[in-house]
């Protein structure tokens, strides 16, 4: 599994206020991305998701597991940013990206992906 979204409907109205769009991720928040925590690890998956909490947005990067039933769960480990921080953790990612391809930690398999 790499890079997949969820089938989800997205809830939030076409031409809605910010108060409309924050109130429609509290009610259900929008996966953009699931993917393995290691290709020897099938049981955690990193889930990037946009939520809200209290009147806020957020980006939610976040481990989640596989409880009893086989039913996947958000756990503790994780980071939810608001918003606003989005560009800076962009582009934070984006120079670890470029370190780890200029170090040979990224194979180049990986392209693409």
Do not use: H
Request: with cysteine.
């Amino acid at each position: 599994m790499t890079d997949s979204t969820d089938n989800q409907t997205n809830n939030v109205p076409a031409a809605s206020t910010t108060a409309d769009t924050i109130a429609a991720l509290e009610a259900e928040p929008i996966t953009l991305a699931k993917f393995w925590k290691g290709p020897r690890n099938r049981r955690d998956q990193v889930v990037i998701r946009l939520s809200a909490y209290r009147g806020a947005a957020f980006v939610d990067v976040r481990l989640f597991y596989c409880d009893d039933k086989g039913k996947s769960r958000p756990g503790p480990k994780g980071v939810a940013l608001v918003t606003s921080l989005l560009p800076q953790l962009t582009c934070a990612l984006l120079k670890a990206e470029d370190k780890a391809r200029e170090l040979g930690l990224i194979p180049d398999a990986a392209e693409g992906e």
